[in-house]
C-alpha cells in the first residue's frame, strides 16, 4: 500500500471520527487526549501520559528506525457519550512515523505520531577496552563490569487538549470536518446555498446570481484559423537552385576547370619556422586515474579524518544539510574501519558528533 493510499484512508477514517463525534457529543464533550513518547537511542520506544505516568516501554530494537526525540501522540475518542476513559495503550503498533488505528473496548483511535526536528543517528560505540568498570549510554549492558543505563533525552510531558463542539463551530476556521467555516458538517448551522453545488434560492446559476456573487458567462474564444502558405514560393526557390546548378555546369564545361576543387584544402606544408616567431614546445601530460570508493571495501583513518574536517568546514558555513550527509557518510566508513585504528578517530568523531547536537 503506498503513502498516498494511506494518507487518503486516515482522511477518510478522521472525517468519519469528526461526523460521528459531532452527531453524538454534548457541549462540554473533550475530542482529544495527548500522550507524550518518547524515542530511545537503543530502539525503544516509551509512552506517557498527561501526568508523567508510564503506560509502555518497549523493548531495545523495536523502534530503531527512529532518532531519539520526543514524538507526539494525539488519540482522538469517540463513542457513546465521547466520554474520554484512562487508556491502555500496550497493544498498539507503530512503524516508526507511520500512522497506527488501534481499538480499545471496540472503538477506534487514530494515533499520529508526529516526528521533531531532525536529530543525528546514535553515535558508534567506543572500542573495546581492557574491561574497565560502566556501561555504554544507550544501550543495555556495557564494555566491563558495570550495567549500562538506558540513555533518554529530556522528558517533556504534552498537556491535555479539550475540545467541544461550540469551541469547534465558532473559531473562524474551517476545521477537518465542515463544510465551510464554522457551518455544515457537525456544527449546527448550515453553510449557506451559495456553496452547496446547486442551482436554488433564486440563484441565476450553480451558486452564484440572485443571493450569491454575480455569474461570469465564459468566454468563448473562437480559434483563429492559418492560412496555408502559397506553393508559389515554393516553385520559385526550387527554380532557383536549379537554375544556380545549371549556371555551375555550364561555366564549367567552358573552362575545363573542376569548379568544385576551388573549394578544397588545400594541404598543409610543414617548413622551417619563420624568424623571430620560435615554435613554443608541445608537452602532454597523463591525467592520472582518479579512485572511486568502493562499497563495502575497508576505508582508512585518512579518509575519515577528510570527512570530518569537511563537516567543520560546513559548519561554521552553516550548512547544516551538508554537515548531515558528512555525518551519515563518516558513521557508515567508521563500520567499515579497521578495529586497531578506531581509538584515534573515535576522539574526533564524538567532537564533532556532540557539536552538531548543539547546533539542532
Aim: proline content about 9%; overall charge positive; hydrophobic content about 35%.
Amino acid at each position: 500500500m503506498t503513502r498516498a493510499t494511506k494518507t487518503g484512508i486516515l482522511a477518510v477514517v478522521c472525517l468519519v471520527i469528526f461526523i460521528f463525534l459531532g452527531m453524538n457529543a454534548s457541549a462540554d464533550c473533550e475530542k482529544t487526549v495527548v500522550y507524550s513518547g518518547l524515542c530511545g537511542p537503543d530502539g525503544s520506544l516509551d509512552v506517557y501520559d498527561v501526568n508523567g505516568t508510564l503506560l509502555r516501554s518497549s523493548p531495545a530494537g523495536n523502534f530503531s528506525g527512529c532518532y531519539q526525540g520526543i514524538y507526539s501522540i494525539e488519540i482522538g475518542s469517540g463513542g457513546a457519550g465521547c466520554v474520554v476513559e484512562p487508556l491502555d495503550i500496550l497493544d498498539f503498533r507503530i512503524n516508526n512515523a507511520n500512522v497506527a488505528n488501534p481499538q480499545w473496548d471496540g472503538i477506534d483511535y487514530t494515533v499520529n505520531l508526529n516526528i521533531g526536528s531532525w536529530q543525528p543517528p546514535p553515535p558508534p560505540p567506543p572500542p573495546p577496552d581492557d574491561g574497565g568498570g560502566g556501561g555504554v549510554i544507550g544501550r543495555r549492558g556495557g564494555g566491563g563490569g558495570g550495567r549500562g543505563r538506558r540513555g533518554r533525552a529530556t522528558t517533556v510531558f504534552i498537556p491535555e487538549i479539550t475540545r467541544n463542539i461550540t469551541e469547534l463551530c465558532s473559531n473562524g476556521i474551517r476545521d477537518f470536518g465542515e463544510e465551510g467555516i464554522d457551518c455544515g458538517g457537525y456544527c449546527p448551522d448550515s453553510c449557506e446555498t451559495c456553496f452547496d453545488g446547486i442551482q436554488n434560492q433564486g440563484e441565476e446559476g450553480i451558486d452564484c446570481g440572485g443571493p450569491c456573487p454575480e455569474c461570469v458567462k465564459p468566454v468563448i474564444e473562437v480559434p483563429k484559423v492559418k492560412k496555408k502558405p502559397s506553393v508559389l514560393w515554393l516553385w520559385i526557390l526550387i527554380l532557383i537552385v536549379l537554375g544556380g546548378l545549371v549556371g555551375v555546369l555550364i561555366y564549367e564545361l567552358k573552362q575545363h576547370k573542376e569548379i568544385f576543387g576551388m573549394f578544397k584544402k588545400k594541404p598543409t606544408v610543414l617548413g622551417p619556422p619563420k624568424p623571430g616567431k620560435p615554435r613554443k614546445p608541445v608537452s602532454f601530460t597523463v591525467a592520472s586515474p582518479v579512485a572511486k570508493p568502493i562499497k563495502g571495501a575497508p576505508v582508512s583513518k585518512e579518509q575519515i579524518n577528510k570527512l570530518i574536517s569537511d563537516a567543520y568546514v560546513n559548519l561554521e558555513k552553516n550548512n547544516i544539510p551538508k554537515v548531515h550527509e558528512l555525518i551519515d557518510q563518516i558513521s557508515e566508513m567508521y563500520k567499515r574501519l579497521d578495529p586497531a585504528k578506531k581509538p584515534e578517530i573515535y576522539k574526533r568523531y564524538m567532537d564533532l558528533y556532540n557539536k552538531v547536537k548543539t547546533r539542532v
